[in-house]
């Protein structure tokens, strides 16, 4: 079965930190990864996605992620953060067999203190 | 601008009433989902339909129904509202290909009393 681990349910950082929101994944073959994130009362939005090739993917909002086979990672980047950075990050897994069906983690929610 | 509207934004119903929501997307896409968000639990998929007329059970699609009569719409539907289903359902579209890129609609509150 696949699942998505996110084991922070929530992060504090000032702005202009640096931040890593941590992303696991139990899949047996290379999944398709993604960050969505939600602001408040707002739906879900793409950040980036994964598929296959280089390892670093960049996303909106100078956001990236990196991808670890051999650590079944997928961790969330950002050199400097703004206040407006401040919402719920989810990460999500589709497999080759699933399509388009997602399944998502926890979620993490991010609060950038000024 | 992918578009998915969803209806009611809030709703307050009874033990037992019937509770329809509604979802409609002017992306032209295949498929449409049905999530619900509960903390500490992500989004979970309810139901999924891969075109009009078809709908499929998701990862927990007890106590709900869908119905997507075309290709603009899908419904979720409890027959039997309980408190158990008090939570924050989302609406989704995709192309149909094996992209796993979902567009959102903003949700909609539903609290069983």
């Known amino acids: 079965a696949q699942s998505v681990t996110q084991p922070d349910a929530r992060v504090t950082v000032s702005e202009g930190a640096s931040l890593q929101l941590r992303c696991k994944y139990s899949?047996?073959?290379?999944?398709?990864l993604f960050w969505y994130v939600q602001y408040p009362r707002q739906g879900l939005q793409l950040l980036l996605k994964?598929?296959?090739?280089?390892?670093v993917v960049q996303g909106v909002n100078s956001f990236e992620a990196e991808f670890s086979k051999s650590n079944s990672s997928f961790h969330l980047q950002k050199a400097s953060v703004h206040w407006s950075d401040s919402a719920v990050y989810f990460c999500a897994l589709a497999s080759t067999s699933s399509g388009q069906k997602l399944v998502f983690g926890q979620g993490t929610i991010l609060k950038v203190y000024l | 601008e992918a578009a998915v509207t969803q209806s009611p934004r809030n709703k307050v119903a009874v033990t037992g009433g019937k509770v329809t929501l509604s979802c409609n997307q002017t992306n032209n896409h295949n498929n449409m989902y049905w999530y619900r968000q509960d903390t500490g639990h992500g989004l979970r998929l309810i139901h999924y339909?891969?075109?009009?007329?078809?709908?499929e059970k998701g990862d927990i699609p007890d106590g709900y129904k869908a119905s997507r009569p075309s290709q603009e719409n899908f419904s979720l539907i409890l027959e039997l509202a309980t408190p158990s289903q008090t939570s924050v359902y989302f609406c989704a579209s995709g192309r149909g290909q094996n992209t796993g890129q979902l567009y959102f609609g903003e949700g909609s509150k539903l609290t069983v009393l």
């Open positions: 994964y598929y296959s090739g280089d390892p």
């Open positions: 899949y047996s073959a290379t999944p398709y």
């Open positions: 339909s891969y075109g009009a007329g078809s709908t």
